[in-house]
């Protein structure tokens, strides 16, 4: 939670936020939208390019939309910065 007070003062610049786990990214969003922020799940048909966060989980990384979703964002430079939410279970699962 430690990004979120850079994340409401770069709003124009998009945060990603990897969780490793379907259920703990919905808690994410829910928890992440009490600051007003936009907030979005990626793979919920949503506009993307409004999130100034946006919440996937690790298998959809690999998708072509997430890829150009990413090169999109990275050459107009609103990429700010990539977190990995909840790392130590992706660390202790492999």
Request: charged residues 20%; neutral net charge.
């Amino acid at each position: 939670m430690a990004f979120i007070l850079p994340a409401s003062y770069a709003r124009e610049a998009v945060t990603i936020v990897i969780a490793p786990l379907r259920s703990l990214s919905e808690d994410v969003v829910r928890r992440y939208m009490k600051f007003k922020l936009t907030v979005v799940l990626y793979g919920n048909d949503a506009n993307y390019d409004a999130a100034s966060i946006l919440v996937v989980i690790p298998e959809s990384i690999r998708s072509n939309g997430f890829v150009a979703f990413m090169n999109r964002i990275q050459a107009s430079s609103r990429l700010d910065r990539i977190i990995v939410d909840e790392c130590y279970m992706a660390l202790a699962n492999d």
